[in-house]
């Protein structure tokens, strides 16, 4: 057994660490929205969506009160917007086990070298998700893609690719509590195919309202999402790494797509690929949005922009898609396919788009 802290029980916090304690693993979920954290105390956590349901009894605290824990992690989980790296890691690092306990690092983004510049590297290891979630009132967290597939939903490595024992460990654990776990020793190339999937997906989202199917199948918001992808990884293999697939894509396809070669069979795939998914899973960008929360633009494709600068890689699609979140102010942006008019336009003629 595991003892484990969750800093951020959000939709992937709460899936991650329910499931967890349901299999007897010592959880305990810090976390800000006092209403969740209150409601989690009072009924237990519910799991739902392509779960089947299950109500978990799981120990919570708010921020303030995290200064009563006694016994401390093992490991902690930090599940946390990208903009609250920082200081989330230094929060949870005093109730770690000295000199072994470690942070997870389970967020969206590039953000394991923050947490390694707080915590050390040597307490930092990261875990790539690829299951979806969704959080939409308190107490209540969904899976929202197929459960039971052979599909990976984590992958958790050391941030010098070097193979350890308590890297295998967690997986293990992970594994036998939740859904297909792997061990990587490629955990960069695994998070530049995340960043890709976060970028074009999410603040497109966002911006047009559609959910995480939809994104895949409305031939516009794919199309422009193809080009993002495309750029992503550009930058990623500048910046050194290969970039392992994305949503089961090769990512030199995504590449190939945007100049127009082989672009139907990869549209038909990425179509093909959401089969399955809960009707209203929605990106966790687009999640943020309809709560009027500040979005994680700057951390996604706001990062994106800032590498291909510094080495050289022109990222214009990446580019608009920052600029048109960023006309909004926090709690402004309201969701409508019209918004994604001026990316479109920096689309190629052809293929002409299908109907």
């Not at 089961?248 to 089969?275: P, W």
Request: charged residues 20%; aromatic residues 6%.
């Amino acid at each position: 057994m595991m003892r484990i802290g969750i800093m951020g029980a959000g939709a992937i916090g709460c899936n991650v660490g329910g499931m967890l304690a349901r299999a007897g693993h010592d959880i305990t979920f810090i976390d800000q929205w006092p209403a969740h954290v209150e409601k989690m105390k009072a009924d237990g956590l519910k799991l739902s969506g392509t779960w089947p349901d299950y109500v978990v009894p799981v120990k919570a605290l708010h921020l303030y009160e995290a200064q009563s824990i006694q016994e401390p992690f093992d490991a902690a989980f930090l599940a946390v917007k990208g903009y609250d790296t920082e200081w989330a890691t230094m929060f949870i690092m005093r109730f770690l086990k000295e000199p072994d306990g470690y942070i997870v690092d389970f967020q969206n983004g590039i953000n394991d070298h923050r947490v390694a510049a707080v915590a050390g590297a040597h307490r930092t290891l990261g875990c790539v998700i690829t299951i979806g979630a969704g959080m939409y009132e308190p107490g209540v967290a969904l899976r929202t893609d197929p459960v039971g597939t052979s599909r990976v939903g984590f992958k958790i490595g050391e941030l010098d690719g070097s193979d350890t024992e308590r890297a295998h460990q967690l997986a293990d654990a992970m594994n036998e509590a939740i859904t297909i776990t792997k061990f990587t020793n490629n955990l960069f190339g695994e998070r530049w195919s995340k960043m890709a999937a976060n970028c074009m997906s999410n603040p497109l989202a966002g911006l047009s309202g559609y959910g995480t199917a939809e994104m895949k199948t409305v031939p516009l918001a794919r199309r422009i999402s193809i080009q993002v992808a495309a750029e992503v990884i550009q930058v990623a293999r500048a910046a050194g790494h290969e970039v392992e697939p994305i949503g089961g894509i090769e990512a030199q396809r995504y590449v190939d797509g945007a100049a127009g070669k082989n672009l139907t069979s990869l549209e038909e795939q990425m179509a093909a690929n959401v089969a399955g998914l809960l009707a209203i899973g929605r990106p966790s960008f687009l999640q943020d949005v309809m709560r009027g929360r500040r979005t994680e633009i700057e951390e996604l494709n706001g990062y994106v922009v800032a590498e291909g600068k510094r080495l050289g890689v022109p990222t214009p699609f990446n580019e608009a898609v920052v600029r048109e979140v960023k006309k909004h102010a926090v709690g402004t942006l309201q969701p409508d396919p019209k918004n994604l008019d001026p990316i479109a336009a920096l689309l190629p003629v052809a293929p002409p788009i299908p109907a």
